[in-house]
């Protein structure tokens, strides 16, 4: 018979884990901010993640032992948070680590005597699991533990193995897990059963380095890496259902509950989701405040934003409508932050210290996204009146994405309120909507193949890295310090051979700061080698060609010679991009920063972050504005100096970019001044003309820019002329008469349509004439069900009206099969079978229409529905009548 552990709180199971690691020689270290050193991920997500560097051997460990309760912050599995007993946002990871000092057997000693004696859990509640190949690990867990065989459990490489990477260290895990029910013996252990068992220890034994082969080689030094999770080891010690109700949590959700004059105890279990999800994510925005994140619309201040409009749209479907007297809030879920700042304060100070800036920042973003709420709640009211007018039943993709995109409006509230109204919302179209922005958003670039990689860190030890003379000398010569093919090292290669070269010194500019690389060619004694593009890995410049004539030879010393016409094109681009960026703060807001740009040789995309869509009348000031700086002749000037120089001078840094000790300024005074490395015109009127080909949005809050510049200007204007001249043919009308014509034309569609319309509607309801001798007798009603063919929703609307009318006290029910194979379905009843017999028509014909894959709803007497399948419409209208007979 198990024993039950000792209760714990939050806070004691924090101090005895890292006294007990401390008493082992461990060095106490005080969690880094979520805001992270490490520039390839926005928030910390792992207790690991401050040692980075010594596992990867980029830095020396100071002490071989260290020991940490490290606040951690994910947003993958949001959409699980409060739904599920242990998904979260923010979590507290305590972890013991070692730098090539005690391995597998000491870790898994400590592990199991904190787990015993410090923490009271009996062996018979505990399981663990080892990579199935893990056959040390096994061994010691039955062999010097006294773990039974049939209660440690072999996983695969998808549960118990970690990598760092597709390369780099690497090596399994094992796991310890809580059995809630050891009473249903030891046959057919599941650990994915979630129900019985939760994972609460994870030992990490770094023992491999895996190369881009997949090739594993033992670490000279290995390491260990392991992570407790504070609230999993609450919920065990604490004996409650999930970790929601530890101490670390359920105090933001009773405070929560006072402010909505809800009690949690008391909730069902809808409500319930609502307050775990506002408890979980106060809780994260609170230290995110903290550390110094400020909401806004790109990056992590995105996460922030997010985080907090979730809480916001809970606690408005708990009735806290967010009341602000000023600037002072009186009912809203921002007051349920000082719950959270004092079960923070004892571990962590700095959220005490930055208490008040907390408040601002939830307050404000609180206030703000009522008033954003309130806008988006208008628009869904006039899209719900345009469904419904025209016979719909569903909210398009297209409608609940912008919603989302224009006003912030999330998809469950467009869900929620949809289904208030008896509709539905098209999820797939919705996904695909956020799916195509997603792409449009990414830049179109490849990567260095890991092959390529991996033969430049073998040769990295050797070479110096390539010194750029591009800035000042289009031609130079340049000695081939490395070539490969297909990733690897060869001695030559000869014409109609793909290379990847590089070279002591190049003209070329390499891929980076959204600038693409340079064209051109290599050339010596009877050698040419074309260069489609060119990428920086490390500080290597990594030319992408092919030889079109002779052969190449590692050392030779050859001519690069970069494409003029494209360098000129790039950089009549790029110094257009600052322009442009230049004038969006003049003219729309000084507070826009850039989220994102591309540099071709043919156009230029400009990303930013920015509230709403410009006006047209923005958009012409701005290509004006940028067109008077280019006639002025500006002149550059271009320096380098330290990057705090460069921000005390207000040099515009990018968002994200990691810049060194010493920047690149690039100065046009008085318009622009950003740190930039990419090429760019000596002076404006270099640039000629701009022109703004598009303004739209591509996410929440983020616009983007797109325009050529330069010589790209007259192509662009060549492909509109063309466009014209083939309109003027076509529509046998000028260039200037082209507008006028085009409306007569959609004029008159328009009328087409109308007239075929009524046209529609009289046959309809000839057609619905001939139905009424189907009509049978059932009590003192009418039924009428029947299929209408060709009949479009308007149409089939009309029909059963105007039959149910005719027939008096009746239930009418038709169908049609739409042209695009869709289904559409009516009901109309009486007044009398509404009352007497408690039919509604919204609810009777949208339980219908799910058998044909659809949905939908209305008033009681009339009311519309559709559906997907029309190979289910006489199921659906013979069971729709079955039913209607029984009920009648």
């Known amino acids: 018979m198990s024993k039950s552990p000792q209760f714990l709180s939050g806070s004691e199971i924090r101090k005895k884990f890292l006294d007990f690691y401390i008493q082992q020689q461990h060095k106490w270290l005080p969690s880094a901010s979520l805001v992270p050193e490490d520039p390839t991920v926005l928030l910390t997500i792992a207790g690991m993640l401050p040692f980075k560097p010594i596992f990867l051997g980029q830095r020396s460990p100071e ?69 199935q190949d893990d056959d040390e690990a096994f061994a010691i867990w039955r062999d010097q533990i006294g773990i039974p065989a049939h209660r440690i459990q072999r996983m695969g490489e998808e549960d118990n193995f970690w990598t760092s990477g597709p390369t780099g260290p690497c090596g399994p895990c094992s796991e310890i897990y809580y059995d ?85 105890a008391e909730s069902d279990e809808k409500t319930k989701v609502s307050l775990k999800v506002i408890g979980d994510h106060i809780r994260a925005v609170v230290h995110m405040i903290a550390d110094g994140i400020t909401a806004s619309n790109t990056g992590r201040g995105y996460i922030l934003r997010r985080l907090i409009r979730r809480v916001v749209r809970h606690g408005r479907l708990m009735g806290i409508q967010g009341e602000f007297t000023g600037k002072v809030a009186q009912k809203a ?101 956020i799916k195509r922005q997603q792409e449009i958003s990414q830049a179109a670039h490849e990567t260095i193949d890991l092959t390529v990689q991996e033969s430049l860190d073998k040769l990295a030890e050797h070479l110096d890295g390539t010194e750029f003379l591009g800035y000042t000398q289009p031609q130079s010569p ?41 064209r051109g060619y290599l050339s010596g004694d009877n050698l040419l080698v074309r260069i489609a593009d060119v990428k920086k890995e490390s500080d290597f410049f990594v030319h992408f060609g092919a030889i079109e004539r002779g052969i190449l030879h590692l050392g030779d010393t050859v001519t690069a010679q970069i494409d003029r016409a494209c360098r000129r094109r790039a950089q009549a681009n790029h110094t257009a991009t600052h322009l442009l960026q230049a004038a969006l703060k003049l003219i729309v807001d000084p507070g826009i920063s850039q989220a994102g740009s591309l540099v071709d040789f043919d156009r230029l995309r400009f990303d930013f ?4 869509a410009l006006t047209a009348e923005e958009v012409q000031q701005i290509e004006e504005q940028v067109n008077t700086w280019i006639g002025e002749a500006h002149t550059a000037e271009v320096a380098v100096m330290p990057i705090a120089e460069a921000k005390a001078k207000g040099a515009v ?67 509109r002329d063309q466009i014209v001249r083939e309109l003027s043919d076509r529509f046998k009308a000028k260039p200037e008469e082209l507008p006028e014509r085009i409306t007569s034309l959609q004029q008159e569609l328009k009328a087409s349509q109308k007239q075929l319309d009524a046209l529609k509607q009289e046959l309809a309801l ?38 149910q009318q005719k027939l008096g006290e009746s239930a009418v029910v038709l169908g049609s099969v739409l042209a695009e194979g869709k289904v559409s379905l009516v009901a109309a009843f009486s007044p009398k079978v509404n009352k007497e017999k408690k039919l509604q ?48």
């Open 63 to 131: 002490f071989p032992r260290a020991t940490t309760s490290q606040k951690c912050l994910r947003t993958n599995d949001i959409e699980n948070v409060g739904r599920t007993a242990r998904h979260h946002t923010f979590f507290e990871m305590l972890g013991n680590f070692s730098f090539g000092d005690y391995f597998k057997e000491q870790a898994i000693a400590w592990a199991w005597e904190l787990s015993t004696e410090v923490f009271g859990l009996s062996p018979e509640n505990l399981v663990v699991s080892v990579f």
């Open 180 to 264: 809630f029910h050891p009473e249903q013996g030891d046959d057919n252990i599941d650990l994915e059963d979630d129900t019985r068992f939760i994972e609460f220890y994870n030992l990490v034994f770094m023992q491999y380095n895996q190369d881009a082969a997949g090739n594993r080689t033992p670490l000279q030094n290995k390491n260990i890496d392991t992570g407790l999770g504070l609230e999993r080891m609450a919920q065990i010690l604490q004996r409650v259902p999930n970790n929601y109700e530890t101490d670390l949590i359920l105090p933001i959700i009773k405070t929560a509950g006072e402010i909505a004059g809800i009690d949690y």
């Open 478 to 518: 340049g000695k081939v310090a490395v070539l490969l093919v297909d990733g690897k090292s060869v001695e030559s290669a000869e014409a109609g051979t793909e290379v990847q070269i590089i070279l002591e010194q190049t003209p070329f500019y390499a891929e980076s700061g959204g600038q693409i690389g340079d």
């Open 653 to 719: 840094a990018m968002f994200g970019e990691k810049y060194g000790a010493q920047v690149r300024v690039i100065d046009f005074p008085g318009v622009s001044m950003e740190l930039c490395g990419g090429t760019h015109v000596n002076n404006t009127a270099e640039i000629g003309v701009f022109k703004i080909v598009s303004e739209t949005g591509i996410a929440a809050g983020i616009r983007r820019i797109e325009a050529v510049a330069g010589p790209a200007v007259l192509d662009y204007l060549n492909l």
């Open 609 to 612: 972050n920015c509230e709403g």
């Open 841 to 888: 028509a919204g609810k009777f014909i949208g339980s219908i229409a799910k058998i044909c894959g659809g949905g939908g709803g209305g008033r009681p007497n009339l009311a519309q529905a559709g559906g997907r399948d029309a190979s289910k419409l006489a199921e659906a209208l013979e069971t729709a009548k079955n039913q209607l007979q029984e009920t009648l």
């Open 333 to 433: 879920i921002s007051l349920a932050a000082p719950s959270a700042n004092a079960l923070a304060e004892s571990a962590y100070p700095n959220v005490r210290e930055r208490e008040a800036v907390i408040m601002a920042e939830l307050q404000r973003e609180e206030s703000r996204f009522r008033k954003t709420l309130e806008r988006g709640e208008k628009l869904i009211s006039q899209i719900i009146e345009k469904v419904k007018q025209a016979g719909e039943t569903q909210i398009s993709g297209k409608d609940a994405f912008t919603l989302y995109d224009t006003y912030g409006f999330p998809l469950e509230l467009t869900q929620e309120v949809a289904e208030e109204e008896g509709l539905t919302v098209d999820v797939p179209g919705y996904q695909a909507a």
């Open 766 to 803: 000839a057609k619905s004439d001939q139905l009424l001798a189907q009509a049978e007798s059932v009590g003192e009603f009418k039924l009428l069900v029947a299929k209408m063919e060709n009949a479009d929703p308007d149409a089939l609307k009309t029909a059963a009206e105007r039959l």
